[in-house]
């Protein structure tokens, strides 16, 4: 399935000079009534063979870790077809276009631990083979691993190789016959890797400056696992060190070409960052509704403790950043659809037609990652605070979640790597490969403050709000330039000041996504209710932006700026963020008391 369009398709990282309409983007209101159907298999399969256990139970096989128990449910899932979710149909899978993926990762969240393992199987277990395989490499094993009836995982990380993932010591040595490989290494955090039946590995061949990439099967020999790592959170999937020992790999089980093993790693971790987002917003929704439905159910002085404006906070911040973050992760998944289209139209194939979709939204799928991580990791610490003692309790199954999220913010690089990596991706585009027009925004700066003392008539209902988002890209081109300008190539060793600027780039993409998605809504005439609760979410959310991006460009200026410069931009800087005079409170709690009304995240 996938989805075409006759907008002239965006560039990834565009959003920051270019125009957007409300009309040219994907919400997940749009979401067909096959694709809804897909994803409510999906936690309709949560729901029947893990929730319906109960939550004891669940506890109980987080903690023992019943490997047999999860190779049951991810063979299960295989007989679904859920294990083939983006493996072509002529190899056994659904071949889903890349949104639906998405909302189909969404909905695997609520599968707790179990979410990771069969994460893990769809996403990086696969997409190399999907990606990068041969006719032959596809033919012999992507049908297994739609059925579930071969696990596979993917080793990448060493003790010495995390981030920095082309460090890695793995070396496989071309035999005298040329035949076969001989493997030798060590691999960690392997996720699935305590049952896998095959290995997507990651070595230098010989002297090799690059990684390359192998498929190895277990059969081979030569492997040996270590034991299960004893984790702070998703406790119930396998996670294991992997020794190869001279492992002898066929030479037709390399896959793609030598040396091709970096850039097959970073193309799968950006596919890889924005699953994690999607699940980080099914992880928000499952905290929000477990949390709403207790603190309508808890009573204390007299009356439920969702009456009270401490929780109403919680509960209406938490239902805004997640609405928010899932505006921007539905819209970066359309564009990558609209982007394989345009690829397809090129003459490319299937295969790299995906590959050069996602990597074209490379920057957008690091601040999902960034933003999506850190939205689940406060929606699980409120959920904890306000379910009180018995959130802190293992009988309730919330601190579980707690302990599980806290992962999200370091596997699929860091959220520090992330945000460094979405300004370095944006700015090589701007300034080396010229695919993003930087410096048409920065021409621009000086006419558009003079434009801000005398702001032309606008009639947009939305006019203040598209205003002040202008003014978040303009910040990140203002800072950007400016540092650039004084730092030169030093610039890439002041990680903090890279990290401010991810930040407000961060805000700039997720601010105007809520805002054209709630603009799509009111064009579309949606229940006038929800409109205005939505509104006010939007300037709930926009409200606590303007003061994170103020703040983050202060800590830029005010750490490399001196003198006259200095007081120069924090002068413009006060002109772009001027006050949002909006009543906050009252804005979250009419969220919240939406929320709190229908019982669970409603959106």
Not at 18 to 44: L, S
Not at 242 to 252: A, K, Q, S, W, Y
Not at 488 to 502: C, P
Request: with cysteine.
């Amino acid at each position: 399935m996938s989805t075409t369009t006759s907008q002239t398709t965006l560039k990834g990282g565009s959003f920051l000079v270019e125009e957007t309409a409300p009309q040219d983007i994907f919400i997940p209101e749009e979401f067909n009534e096959e694709q809804q159907m897909i994803a409510e298999t999906v936690r309709d399969f949560c729901m029947q063979e893990i929730h319906s256990l109960g939550i004891e139970k669940v506890v109980a096989l987080d903690a023992s870790k019943d490997l047999p128990f999860i190779i049951e449910l991810l063979e299960k899932a295989g007989e679904m077809g859920l294990c083939g979710l983006s493996i072509e149909e002529e190899y056994g899978g659904m071949d889903t276009d890349f949104n639906t993926g998405l909302l189909a990762g969404e909905a695997i969240s609520i599968g707790f631990s179990f979410a990771t393992t069969l994460g893990a199987q769809i996403s990086i277990g696969s997409l190399p083979i999907v990606y990068y395989g041969t006719d032959q490499q596809k033919e012999r094993y992507l049908p297994g691993i739609a059925s579930g009836e071969i696990k596979s995982c993917y080793c990448l990380t060493e003790p010495s190789a995390g981030s920095d993932a082309n460090s890695g010591k793995a070396k496989a040595v071309l035999n005298e016959a040329k035949t076969h490989y001989r493997l030798n290494g060590q691999k960690m955090w392997i996720t699935n890797g305590g049952f896998a039946d095959l290995f997507i590995v990651f070595a230098k061949i010989e002297d090799d400056e690059d990684l390359s990439a192998f498929i190895v099967e277990k059969a081979f020999g030569g492997i040996t696992l270590g034991k299960e790592e004893k984790k702070l959170g998703i406790k119930a999937s396998s996670t294991v060190q992997v020794f190869f020992n001279d492992c002898m790999v066929p030479v037709e089980n390399l896959l793609s070409d030598r040396g091709a093993g970096f850039k097959i790693a970073l193309n799968i971790l950006n596919t890889g960052r924005a699953k994690l987002a999607a699940g980080a917003v099914g992880g928000c929704k499952f905290a929000i509704s477990a949390s709403t439905e207790y603190a309508n159910e808890r009573k204390q002085f007299k009356k439920s403790i969702s009456e009270f404006g401490a929780i109403k906070y919680k509960i209406g911040e938490m239902t805004i950043r997640t609405f928010a973050v899932e505006s921007a992760l539905y819209r970066t998944g359309y564009n990558i659809d609209r982007k394989y289209d345009e690829f397809i139209a090129q003459g490319l194939s299937p295969s790299d037609a995906k590959l050069k979709a996602v990597r074209e939204f490379a920057v957008e799928a690091s601040i999902l990652k960034v933003v999506g991580s850190e939205a689940l990791d406060y929606a699980v610490d409120e959920a904890i605070q306000i379910h009180g003692g018995m959130g802190y309790s293992a009988d309730t199954g919330i601190e579980m979640g707690y302990r599980d999220a806290r992962i999200t913010r370091i596997y699929e690089g860091t959220n520090e790597i992330n945000r460094m990596l979405a300004v370095g991706e944006l700015l090589k585009r701007a300034f080396r490969t010229k695919e993003v027009d930087l410096r048409k925004g920065i021409k621009s700066l000086p006419w558009y403050f003079i434009k801000q003392l005398n702001p032309f008539k606008s009639f947009s209902n939305f006019a203040e709000e598209e205003r002040l988002i202008k003014h978040i890209k303009q910040i990140f081109i203002l800072i950007s330039s400016a540092s650039g300008r004084r730092m030169g190539m030093k610039m890439v060793d002041e990680q903090e000041i890279i990290i401010n600027l991810a930040d407000i780039l961060s805000e700039a993409y997720i601010t105007e996504s809520l805002l054209l998605r709630i603009q799509k809504l009111h064009e579309k005439g949606e229940d006038s209710k929800r409109l205005e609760v939505l509104t006010q979410l939007l300037q709930a959310y926009l409200y606590e932006a303007l003061h994170r991006v103020r703040k983050s460009a202060e800590d830029a200026i005010y750490s490399y700026a001196t003198g006259f410069e200095r007081g120069f931009l924090l002068y413009l800087l006060g002109m772009l963020t001027p006050r949002y005079k909006i009543n906050p409170k009252e804005a979250r709690r009419a969220v919240a008391n939406y929320v709190i009304d229908k019982g669970s995240y409603c959106f």
